[in-house]
């Protein structure tokens, strides 16, 4: 069994580490903050995942440990890193500037454009990409809601290659890869993950602002008003990144929308929680990318502009 250090304290984060946990792997988390290294400690004695399936709900409680440096974490650890957008840059420089080399890192993240200059820099890193469709958000602290069963997919990701014209890099599954597929399934290996995660940014990009600006659950985006929204914002997506099919990107979201229909997404929790959005990494790097291509993007920064209003007013 592999040595895990999980980072991040959101909701996916701790379905992962109940996951690889229950599946007898060493699991330990990763914070620098002393504050919430003891809430998660504390947190942890009373973790409980549920998971809704119909009508069958269950709890349960782990137990973790906490690490607040990389010297503390084994040589040999593999480095599941679930934050926010904006987190991952600042927290891979946190990691590098530790003297995390040499490493195995999973990176989970909604979004695009997040940490690519020190991919670059870290060459001894391996770094894959983890793209998940669970819907999961936090009743607290200490209490994470499985709302919404999805699937993952893995894949070797290839340096600075989020943009619509780069690759992903095909490789084999790594050894580990049985383990984590056990804690959480299904999860898929992939060759094409870039691939893959556009298509969830274009998930994101229609759920996240037309679900934070109705103030619903995701399952309101069922309703046909809110249909030509999403037609628009994946017709923009698939313009900018042809590789992509319009159609099939529509479905994909009300599938997600349906499985995840009593879920609040992150942005709603994110904007509720007065933390920042990742609107900047959704909707705002789809406008990026239009203007760099010259691909008309209007109803995806239209959506930039009501969510940064929002959190404008929120202050
Ligand atoms: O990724 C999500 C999010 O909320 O950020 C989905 C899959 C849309 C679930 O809510």
Redesign the pocket.
């Known amino acids: 069994m592999a040595n895990w250090v999980i980072v991040g304290t959101g909701a996916l984060s701790t379905l992962w580490a109940h996951g690889l946990q229950a599946a007898g792997a060493n699991v330990v988390l990763y914070s620098r903050h002393e504050e919430d290294r003891k809430g998660v400690a504390l947190a942890i004695t009373q973790h409980l995942h549920e998971a809704a399936e119909g009508d069958k709900v269950c709890a349960q409680t782990r137990q973790f440990s906490a690490i607040g440096s990389v010297s503390d974490a084994p040589d040999d650890a593999i480095w599941l890193v679930m934050v926010k957008a904006w987190q991952v840059q600042p927290l891979l420089t946190e990691l590098a500037a530790q003297g995390l080399t040499q490493a195995t890192l999973i990176l989970s993240h909604?979004g695009m454009g997040a940490g690519t200059s020190v991919q670059a820099a870290e060459a001894d890193w391996q770094i894959y990409d983890l793209v998940t469709?669970h819907?999961a958000w936090r009743k607290s602290r200490t209490h994470s809601m499985h709302a919404?069963l999805?699937e993952s997919w893995l894949g070797k990701r290839h340096i600075g290659a989020d943009s619509a014209d780069g690759k992903s890099g095909s490789v084999e599954p790594p050894p580990w890869f049985v383990e984590l597929a056990k804690a959480l399934p299904p999860l898929h290996w992939e060759h094409d993950i870039l691939h893959r995660r556009w298509q969830k940014l274009a998930?994101?990009c229609a759920?996240?602002p037309l679900a934070t600006l109705a103030g619903a659950d995701?399952g309101e985006l069922r309703n046909d008003e809110y249909q030509p929204k999403i037609r628009a914002i994946c017709e923009e997506i698939a313009n900018v990144n042809p590789a992509l099919d319009a159609d099939a990107l529509v479905k994909q979201v009300h599938q997600?929308a349906a499985a995840?229909a009593t879920?609040r997404?992150?942005?709603l929790q994110d904007l509720t929680a007065g933390r920042r959005t990742e609107i900047a990494f959704l909707n705002g790097f789809i406008c990026r990318e239009g203007e760099r291509l010259h691909v008309a993007t209007r109803a995806n920064c239209e959506l930039v502009r009501q969510i940064q209003q929002l959190e404008l007013l929120r202050v």
Do not use: K, Y
């Open positions: 909604n469709t819907g919404g999805g998930i994101n759920i996240n995701n997600v995840t879920n997404c992150s942005m």
